[in-house]
């Protein structure tokens, strides 16, 4: 996964550098949204030490290459776990367990762009995170 991560940087014109390798590794393994200091802290138990303006500035980059997200909830990085799909990316949050599922949906994509048109608004892009219960959780 960190592999066809750095192909995507690669493609689009992105050295795959030490410290953006390291960066993309920390947030491949851990499923809950890290701050730049989360990772700065991670990194620093294995002897790797990057100062949190540049780990900052390579999750901004991940994020503006859909390599990664920003939670709005908690504010924490993600690392993007779906591939290219239609319709942008957001998240379902289990408030019990912390699990996060991704998703995309054009179709609901599409159903919010016609609600904000009826409103004179022309949308660009969504953010959006469900909270609730995951399938797990929910049954238990
Ligand atoms: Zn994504
Ligand atoms: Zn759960
Ligand atoms: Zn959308």
Excluded: W
């Amino acid at each position: 996964m960190v592999q066809s991560s750095i192909r995507i940087l690669q493609a689009q014109g992105y050295k795959a550098t030490k410290p953006r390798k390291l960066v993309l590794e920390v947030l491949e393994e851990t499923d809950k949204p890290l701050s730049p200091y989360d990772i700065q802290g991670i990194l620093r138990v294995r002897g790797k030490h990057l100062n949190h303006v540049t780990i900052y500035r390579i999750l901004n980059l991940f994020c503006n290459l859909n390599l990664a997200h920003k939670m709005l909830s908690s504010g924490g990085f993600v690392k993007c776990s779906l591939e290219a799909v239609a319709g942008c990316h957001r998240f379902m949050v289990c408030q019990q367990c912390g699990a996060i599922q991704e998703f995309a949906d054009k179709g609901l994509c599409q159903d919010e762009n016609e609600f904000a048109q009826n409103l004179g608004f022309h949308t660009e892009h969504h953010l959006s995170e469900f909270f609730g219960l995951c399938s797990r959780c929910y049954k238990k």
